[in-house]
């Protein structure tokens, strides 16, 4: 959920306040800091087997995972931490390859009033910045300048476009795609390049679904906290590097076979094999979805139901770093009314929080996928295309770093959504235990909030929380 725009937030989410949540990470936030510094994630082992069948095992480094094994270390757990790639955070991640920090993953930390990421960051030390989305210039497809009146007059013929949609699903017994819903309404808003802008930019980017796929029912029935967004001028990865403080972690352990026992749990990987009592499995949906890793005996039939309703979408990154800027330094956000939709129609200047002369655009919706499999030449070449409609010059980038998380094979898509038909309890039982054994949680296991790092590392706490009342 990496966007929190007030024409849809404010109109069908509401924001509740999960003070209870905020401060159980208060508290393990404090109990992070008094985490010895020691880190055993820097070597990758070779053949391990478990010797603690006590122990529980955590599939995977993410903020979901980390979150789980801190909760348990702080309950008196032995955990372990399985996780494939050679590095933490996994859909947190903050490249420096750029010469300062971008983060390809995660951002921004969406509503921090009340959101348990909030004490996270402070605990970290790590600097935000806010960003407002208000704080935009939104250009036409040949380069004009649209004025903010004709802009925020779109977006209220946007926002109304929305309550239509509602009113539709509401009266409709199928659930239908947003773009089928908005076809019943009025054909043309498909062809209005400034109601696509807004599709693309505010709805695609939010919920990571294309809206031919996005369900026009749920879409937007998950919650959210308040306030103005934060991103991390020094990257996301001072609140990965917090979690992971003190934890066992073995880096390019990539699991293969996860096989619940009456005794235990035994955990196949590349390297070897691991037991324990129990694990907390945070594979992302993509992982799910396209069975890299075996289940012995297989996923029940709801939570395959439900892995093959939820969808996994597409959001990508391009990040661009330039000998000097060429476009407005004090701007946040520009807007480009691409005509293909989803195609680079919204840059972020980080020029505005580094020192860099850098912009990130985004691959969102049907063009995030397809962007994946051109090569970075051709994506440069199409961003910088749109920057000299935009500015009407441009100069050639110094560095260019493209994300393409559909092919991640750890990751396999951006964050999930509800596809046409998917229900709240579709995202329950994806997080349904399976015989007090195995125990899920990732960003996808959770209806409220989903495909958000705040929603993923609640599910790690609440996955540690259920284990400690099993066998604390
Ligand atoms: C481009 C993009 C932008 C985003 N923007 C935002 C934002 O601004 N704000 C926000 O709140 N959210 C945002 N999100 C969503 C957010 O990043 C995720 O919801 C959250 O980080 C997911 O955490 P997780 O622990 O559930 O999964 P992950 O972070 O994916 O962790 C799962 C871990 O499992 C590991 N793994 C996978 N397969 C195996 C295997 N076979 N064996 C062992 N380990 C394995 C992975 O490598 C990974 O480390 C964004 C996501 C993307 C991709």
């Known amino acids: 959920m990496p966007f929190n725009h007030p024409s849809f937030s404010q109109q069908r989410r509401q924001f509740l306040k999960y003070g209870l949540l905020a401060s159980a990470s208060l508290a393990l936030a404090s109990s992070c800091h008094s985490e010895s510094q020691s880190e055993e994630s820097a070597t990758p082992t070779t053949t391990t087997q478990a010797e603690s069948p006590s122990q529980v095992i955590v599939i995977g480094a993410g903020i979901a995972g980390l979150a789980a094994a801190q909760q348990l270390k702080a309950d008196g757990f032995e955990a372990i931490v399985l996780e494939a790639r050679d590095r933490v955070g ?25 959101n348990p990421i909030t004490p996270l ?12 989305d208000a704080n935009e210039a939104v250009y036409d497809v040949s380069g004009r300048l649209i004025p903010k009146s004709v802009v925020s007059q779109s977006e209220e013929h946007y926002n109304a476009l929305l309550k239509q949609i509602a009113e539709l699903t509401d009266a409709e017994d199928q659930d239908i795609s947003i773009a089928e819903a ?3 309404i009025d054909a043309a808003e498909l062809q209005d390049l400034l109601i696509q802008y807004q599709l693309a930019a505010y709805m695609e980017f939010e919920t990571g679904g294309p809206i031919e796929k996005l369900s026009a029912r749920s879409w937007a029935d998950d919650r959210s906290f308040a306030g103005e967004d934060v991103l991390f ?34 955990v196949t990987t590349n390297q070897g094999s691991f037991t324990g009592q129990c694990a907390v499995v945070t594979l992302p949906l993509g992982v799910l979805k396209q ?32 000998p000097k800027a060429f476009w407005e330094t004090e701007v946040q956000f520009f807007g480009f009314t691409s005509q ?10 980080a020029h505005t929080f580094t020192a860099a002369n850098a912009l990130v655009t985004f691959g969102l919706g049907n063009y995030g996928l397809a962007m994946e499999s051109q090569s970075n030449q051709q994506i440069e070449a199409d961003v910088l295309e749109t920057l000299k409609t935009m500015f009407g010059k441009v100069e050639q980038p110094e560095a260019v770093l493209v994300s393409r998380w559909t092919a991640d094979p750890f990751t396999g898509g951006s964050y999930s959504y509800p596809g046409v038909g998917a229900t709240p309890e579709d995202f329950a039982a994806l997080a349904e235990p399976i015989a007090d054994r195995l ?22 706490i609440r996955e540690a929380r259920h284990i400690k009342d099993l066998y604390g």
């Open 291 to 322: 069975k890299r890793v075996t289940f012995n005996p297989g996923l029940p039939a709801p939570m395959m139901a439900a892995i093959d309703r939820i969808e996994m979408g597409t959001v990508n990154k391009v990040a661009l770093r330039f």
């Open 233 to 266: 001028p020094n990257g996301y990865d001072a609140v990965i590097n917090l979690l992971a403080k003190g934890l066992t972690i073995k880096l390019g352990q990539v699991v293969t076979q996860i096989a619940p026992t009456n005794a235990g749990v035994t």
């Open 340 to 349: 293909t939709k989803g195609k680079y129609p919204y840059f972020l200047n």
């Open 182 to 184: 908005i076809r019943r």
């Open 439 to 460: 125990f899920f949680a990732g960003e996808h296991t959770i209806h409220q909030y989903r495909a958000s790092v705040h929603g993923a590392y609640l599910t790690g």
């Open 90 to 114: 996994g859909r947190i991640w903050t490249d420096r390859s750029l010469g300062v920090p971008i983060d390809m993953g995660a951002s921004w930390i969406h509503g921090p009033e009340d």
């Open 121 to 132: 960051a402070a605990k970290a030390r790590a600097r935000t910045f806010v960003t407002q």
